[in-house]
Protein backbone atom coordinates (compact mmCIF):
# COMPACT_ATOMS: atom_id res chain seq x y z
CA UNK A 1 0.00 0.00 0.00
CA UNK A 2 1.09 3.52 -1.03
CA UNK A 3 -0.49 6.82 0.23
CA UNK A 4 -0.15 9.52 -2.52
CA UNK A 5 -1.02 13.35 -1.60
CA UNK A 6 -3.20 15.40 -3.75
CA UNK A 7 -3.24 19.45 -4.23
CA UNK A 8 -1.69 20.96 -0.53
CA UNK A 9 -0.30 24.44 -1.09
CA UNK A 10 2.89 25.66 0.15
CA UNK A 11 4.54 29.31 1.14
CA UNK A 12 7.62 28.29 1.23
CA UNK A 13 10.16 26.18 -0.91
CA UNK A 14 11.25 23.09 1.04
CA UNK A 15 14.95 23.73 0.09
CA UNK A 16 15.91 21.42 3.27
CA UNK A 17 13.52 18.50 2.22
CA UNK A 18 14.92 18.34 -1.18
CA UNK A 19 18.60 18.40 0.34
CA UNK A 20 18.09 15.10 2.29
CA UNK A 21 16.58 13.74 -0.65
CA UNK A 22 19.73 14.46 -2.77
CA UNK A 23 21.91 13.45 0.34
CA UNK A 24 20.39 10.07 0.67
CA UNK A 25 20.26 9.81 -3.34
CA UNK A 26 24.19 10.29 -2.70
CA UNK A 27 24.39 7.68 -0.11
CA UNK A 28 23.24 4.86 -2.60
CA UNK A 29 26.66 5.00 -4.44
CA UNK A 30 28.28 3.58 -1.54
CA UNK A 31 29.74 -0.26 -2.14
CA UNK A 32 29.05 -1.19 1.40
CA UNK A 33 26.98 0.34 4.45
CA UNK A 34 28.26 -2.16 7.24
CA UNK A 35 30.14 0.74 8.92
CA UNK A 36 27.08 2.80 8.66
CA UNK A 37 24.22 0.67 9.99
CA UNK A 38 23.13 0.46 13.16
CA UNK A 39 23.44 -2.69 15.59
CA UNK A 40 22.16 -2.74 18.75
CA UNK A 41 24.75 -5.41 20.36
CA UNK A 42 27.16 -3.21 19.09
CA UNK A 43 28.58 0.71 20.70
CA UNK A 44 26.52 3.29 19.06
CA UNK A 45 29.61 5.36 17.77
CA UNK A 46 28.29 7.33 14.64
CA UNK A 47 26.26 4.54 12.74
CA UNK A 48 23.68 5.30 15.87
CA UNK A 49 23.25 9.00 13.51
CA UNK A 50 24.47 7.36 9.82
CA UNK A 51 22.22 4.45 9.71
CA UNK A 52 19.28 6.67 8.84
CA UNK A 53 20.69 8.91 5.53
CA UNK A 54 21.03 5.16 3.90
CA UNK A 55 18.70 3.14 2.49
CA UNK A 56 19.58 -0.96 1.51
CA UNK A 57 17.96 -1.06 -1.98
CA UNK A 58 16.83 1.71 -4.50
CA UNK A 59 13.31 0.72 -3.97
CA UNK A 60 13.52 1.37 -0.30
CA UNK A 61 15.23 4.81 -0.94
CA UNK A 62 12.16 5.98 -3.41
CA UNK A 63 9.65 5.07 -1.64
CA UNK A 64 11.04 7.06 1.73
CA UNK A 65 11.75 9.87 -0.93
CA UNK A 66 8.09 9.91 -2.42
CA UNK A 67 7.04 10.25 0.90
CA UNK A 68 8.92 12.87 1.81
CA UNK A 69 8.51 14.84 -1.59
CA UNK A 70 4.96 14.56 -0.79
CA UNK A 71 4.83 14.95 2.73
CA UNK A 72 7.39 16.47 4.35
CA UNK A 73 7.70 19.55 2.18
CA UNK A 74 4.23 20.36 3.50
CA UNK A 75 5.51 19.94 7.34
CA UNK A 76 8.58 22.04 6.37
CA UNK A 77 6.79 24.74 5.58
CA UNK A 78 4.64 24.35 8.22
CA UNK A 79 7.79 24.25 11.21
CA UNK A 80 10.20 26.32 9.33
CA UNK A 81 13.45 25.39 7.54
CA UNK A 82 15.71 25.03 10.84
CA UNK A 83 13.35 23.38 12.91
CA UNK A 84 12.49 20.85 10.26
CA UNK A 85 16.29 19.99 9.92
CA UNK A 86 16.60 19.16 13.66
CA UNK A 87 12.93 17.33 13.46
CA UNK A 88 14.83 15.04 11.03
CA UNK A 89 17.45 14.00 12.90
CA UNK A 90 15.10 13.70 16.06
CA UNK A 91 12.84 11.45 14.24
CA UNK A 92 15.98 9.57 12.77
CA UNK A 93 17.58 8.95 16.65
CA UNK A 94 14.15 7.81 18.10
CA UNK A 95 13.36 5.28 15.68
CA UNK A 96 17.28 4.02 16.40
CA UNK A 97 16.33 4.35 20.06
CA UNK A 98 13.69 1.93 19.48
CA UNK A 99 15.13 -0.44 18.35
CA UNK A 100 17.63 -0.50 20.56
CA UNK A 101 15.32 -0.68 23.36
CA UNK A 102 13.19 -3.83 21.79
CA UNK A 103 16.01 -5.57 20.55
CA UNK A 104 18.55 -4.88 22.42
CA UNK A 105 20.50 -7.98 21.97
CA UNK A 106 20.49 -7.98 18.23
CA UNK A 107 23.29 -8.62 15.96
CA UNK A 108 21.34 -7.38 12.08
CA UNK A 109 22.54 -4.05 11.08
CA UNK A 110 19.87 -1.60 10.35
CA UNK A 111 19.42 1.61 8.15
CA UNK A 112 16.99 3.22 6.13
CA UNK A 113 15.06 6.64 6.38
CA UNK A 114 11.34 5.08 7.16
CA UNK A 115 11.36 5.99 10.64
CA UNK A 116 12.20 9.58 9.91
CA UNK A 117 9.21 9.48 7.27
CA UNK A 118 7.06 8.60 9.61
CA UNK A 119 7.59 11.04 12.07
CA UNK A 120 6.90 13.46 9.43
CA UNK A 121 3.63 11.73 8.69
CA UNK A 122 2.47 11.66 11.66
CA UNK A 123 2.97 15.49 12.05
CA UNK A 124 1.29 15.79 8.71
CA UNK A 125 -1.47 13.67 10.06
CA UNK A 126 -2.34 16.56 12.69
CA UNK A 127 -1.89 19.18 10.44
CA UNK A 128 -3.59 18.47 7.54
CA UNK A 129 -6.05 16.31 8.19
CA UNK A 130 -8.64 17.02 5.19
CA UNK A 131 -6.10 17.01 2.40
CA UNK A 132 -7.21 14.32 -0.33
CA UNK A 133 -5.08 11.10 -1.05
CA UNK A 134 -5.31 8.62 -2.74
CA UNK A 135 -4.78 5.18 -1.77
CA UNK A 136 -2.96 2.88 -3.97
CA UNK A 137 -2.83 -1.12 -3.40
CA UNK A 138 -1.88 -3.81 -5.10
CA UNK A 139 -5.03 -4.11 -8.02
CA UNK A 140 -6.68 -1.56 -6.80
CA UNK A 141 -7.28 2.51 -5.97
CA UNK A 142 -9.52 4.59 -3.94
CA UNK A 143 -9.61 8.30 -4.71
CA UNK A 144 -10.09 11.56 -2.70
CA UNK A 145 -9.53 9.58 0.41
CA UNK A 146 -8.72 12.54 3.78
CA UNK A 147 -5.61 12.06 4.30
CA UNK A 148 -6.57 11.16 8.54
CA UNK A 149 -8.37 8.27 7.32
CA UNK A 150 -5.29 7.07 4.33
CA UNK A 151 -2.85 7.42 7.39
CA UNK A 152 -5.13 5.71 9.87
CA UNK A 153 -4.85 2.85 7.77
CA UNK A 154 -0.87 3.32 7.20
CA UNK A 155 0.04 3.04 10.96
CA UNK A 156 -2.92 0.14 11.74
CA UNK A 157 -0.74 -1.86 8.84
CA UNK A 158 2.45 -0.61 10.21
CA UNK A 159 1.44 -2.31 13.59
CA UNK A 160 -0.03 -5.13 12.47
CA UNK A 161 3.43 -6.13 10.27
CA UNK A 162 5.20 -5.33 13.64
CA UNK A 163 2.84 -7.95 15.47
CA UNK A 164 3.23 -10.17 12.71
CA UNK A 165 6.92 -10.51 12.94
CA UNK A 166 7.07 -10.52 16.53
CA UNK A 167 5.11 -13.47 16.69
CA UNK A 168 7.35 -15.48 14.40
CA UNK A 169 10.09 -13.50 16.50
CA UNK A 170 11.95 -11.97 13.75
CA UNK A 171 13.64 -8.48 14.59
CA UNK A 172 12.40 -5.81 12.44
CA UNK A 173 12.10 -2.03 12.48
CA UNK A 174 8.53 -1.35 12.19
CA UNK A 175 8.09 -0.30 15.98
CA UNK A 176 10.55 2.54 15.04
CA UNK A 177 8.16 3.82 12.43
CA UNK A 178 5.28 3.28 14.67
CA UNK A 179 6.84 5.31 17.63
CA UNK A 180 8.01 8.08 15.63
CA UNK A 181 4.75 8.57 13.83
CA UNK A 182 2.82 8.83 16.98
CA UNK A 183 5.91 11.13 18.33
CA UNK A 184 5.25 13.41 15.49
CA UNK A 185 1.76 13.54 16.19
CA UNK A 186 2.20 14.46 19.81
CA UNK A 187 5.09 17.36 18.28
CA UNK A 188 2.37 18.23 15.76
CA UNK A 189 -0.04 18.85 18.97
CA UNK A 190 2.15 21.25 20.32
CA UNK A 191 3.09 23.74 17.71
CA UNK A 192 -0.92 23.89 17.04
CA UNK A 193 -1.09 25.15 20.00
CA UNK A 194 1.32 27.79 19.37
CA UNK A 195 -0.34 28.29 16.51
CA UNK A 196 1.69 27.53 13.61
CA UNK A 197 -1.01 26.85 11.46
CA UNK A 198 -2.42 30.01 12.30
CA UNK A 199 0.71 31.65 10.74
CA UNK A 200 0.84 29.51 7.52
CA UNK A 201 -2.85 30.43 6.84
CA UNK A 202 -1.86 34.39 7.21
CA UNK A 203 1.31 33.90 5.15
CA UNK A 204 -0.98 31.56 2.27
CA UNK A 205 -3.91 34.60 2.42
CA UNK A 206 -1.41 37.54 1.73
CA UNK A 207 0.42 36.04 -1.15
CA UNK A 208 -3.16 36.52 -3.03
CA UNK A 209 -2.40 40.53 -2.58
CA UNK A 210 -6.74 40.13 -2.00
CA UNK A 211 -7.98 41.43 0.91
CA UNK A 212 -11.11 39.21 1.09
CA UNK A 213 -9.54 35.75 0.76
CA UNK A 214 -10.18 32.37 2.44
CA UNK A 215 -8.21 29.37 2.40
CA UNK A 216 -9.99 26.03 0.95
CA UNK A 217 -10.16 23.31 3.88
CA UNK A 218 -8.91 20.51 1.77
CA UNK A 219 -5.64 22.09 0.24
CA UNK A 220 -5.40 25.47 1.25
CA UNK A 221 -5.44 26.92 -1.92
CA UNK A 222 -6.35 30.49 -1.40
CA UNK A 223 -9.51 31.39 -2.71
CA UNK A 224 -10.58 35.32 -3.45
CA UNK A 225 -13.88 35.70 -2.40
CA UNK A 226 -16.76 38.76 -2.51
CA UNK A 227 -19.09 37.48 -0.35
CA UNK A 228 -19.89 34.59 2.17
CA UNK A 229 -22.01 31.26 0.94
CA UNK A 230 -21.08 28.16 -0.95
CA UNK A 231 -17.28 28.18 -2.57
CA UNK A 232 -15.81 26.00 -5.26
CA UNK A 233 -12.00 24.85 -5.29
CA UNK A 234 -11.16 24.97 -8.65
CA UNK A 235 -7.19 23.10 -7.24
CA UNK A 236 -8.79 20.14 -5.71
CA UNK A 237 -12.51 20.29 -6.86
CA UNK A 238 -13.80 20.51 -2.97
CA UNK A 239 -17.09 22.16 -2.23
CA UNK A 240 -17.59 23.96 0.72
CA UNK A 241 -19.68 26.43 2.44
CA UNK A 242 -17.92 29.50 4.03
CA UNK A 243 -19.41 32.26 6.79
CA UNK A 244 -18.62 33.80 9.90
CA UNK A 245 -19.01 30.78 11.71
CA UNK A 246 -15.90 29.16 10.04
CA UNK A 247 -15.69 26.39 7.08
CA UNK A 248 -17.77 23.74 6.47
CA UNK A 249 -17.71 20.43 3.93
CA UNK A 250 -20.23 20.42 1.19
CA UNK A 251 -20.69 17.24 -0.84
Not at 218 to 234: A, F, L, T, V
Request: charged share 10%; aromatic share 20%; proline share 4%.
Amino acid sequence: MIILEKANQKHRFPIVTICFIFLTLFTLLFDSYDSYSFTPKKDFGISFVTSYFFNSTFTEWLTNVIYLYMFADNVEDVVGHFTFFFLFFLFGLIGNLTYFFFHTNSILPVIGTSAVVSGFLGMYYVFFPNVKSTMVFEKVSLNNVPIFLSLSIWILVQTYLYLVELHYEVRSTYIGQVVTFFIGMLLAHVLVRNQVLDRLEHNLRISTFQNKTVLCPSCNHPIPIQKYGRIHCSTCQTNFFFDRTGKKFLP
